[in-house]
């Protein structure tokens, strides 16, 4: 199992090509789920101020 | 519409319709590219045997080559995108190309990343401003140019159109990348793999990368599903469709 890590030598070259394969498509893949996610729930906050303003100015307003 | 497109891919263009249907076929996507990516590891990293001059550092062209590739892939299909977008003005032709670029952007790094990894031990330098090297350092910029055109303007459909026109234009350098190592003296190696004739390559070590290019190809679906699906919902946000999926979303222990 070492040998396979050991790589003939060329762990130090082998192994952080294939650490930022991973990681940078990692990254490239996650980003939009958060994107999406964050977009949504704006979205969502907007909806709701805009019903509570709906609401508002359908009840009678009390003080005048 | 002109009559010879049938009506289901008509349908297909119209953002609820596509969003839906890449939201069904992404976990697929991203299944078989993690499946086939394993298989390929596999039989790179273990199976594969060493290489008679250059070890086990040549195990990198199992990740290096397929990014390479996936890079001028995925421009040709920003480009045709692009060209589809401006002469057509079709909303999800924008979304796929402007999409696209950030994902060819990323492979195109690793490419030069894991090329530098390479090329220190076998070339004993990091860098070097040959033919291939610097015209795939060119293809990061046009990438980057295309992102940074996108997000220069206000409007996003104005935005998309410009870098549409960049990224049509950037055409140009994917013929020069791919025959660099044969129209220039470079100290980059010439194709392994052929298309037409036999590889330069045994089959203990081309099927791994064979596989490793599926792989790829798939992950490129599944991430461009869903990056389109999350343009999709900013570009509508004021539509019916896009307040329905807010509002069904809405998770249990959040203020909605």
Known sequence: ?????????????????????FIVLLADFVSPLLRR?????????????????????ATPA??? | M????????HKLGSPPIFYRFAGTLRPWFLGLALVAGAVALYGGLALAPAD????????IIFIHVPSAWMGLFIY?????????ALVWRIKLAEAVAMESAPIGAAFTFITLVTGSLWGKPMWGTWWTWDARLTSELVLLFLYLGVIGLYHAFEDRRQGA?????????????????????????TLHQGSTVRILGPSKISASMLWPLLTMMVATKLYYVASLFGRVRADLLELESGKDWVRRIATENSVPGEQA
Not at chain 1, 37 to 57: F, I
Not at chain 2, 76 to 84: D, E, I, L, N, T
């Open chain 2, 161 to 185: 159109r410009a870098a549409a026109f960049l990224a049509i234009i950037g055409i140009i350098n994917v013929p020069i990348v791919h025959f660099s190592v044969n129209w220039w003296n």
């Open chain 1, 1 to 21: 199992m070492s040998h396979f890590f050991a790589m003939g030598g060329y762990a130090a070259y082998v192994w952080p090509a294939y650490a930022v394969f």
């Open chain 2, 52 to 59: 008679y001059q250059q070890g086990d550092a040549y195990r």
């Open chain 2, 2 to 9: 002109s009559k010879w497109i049938p009506l289901w891919l």
């Open chain 1, 62 to 64: 009390v003080n005048s």
């Open chain 1, 37 to 57: 996610r964050r977009n949504l729930r704006e979205l969502r906050a907007r909806l709701a101020r805009q019903t509570a303003r709906q609401h508002r100015s």
């Open chain 2, 76 to 84: 040709g299909v920003m480009a045709v995108a692009s060209f589809v």
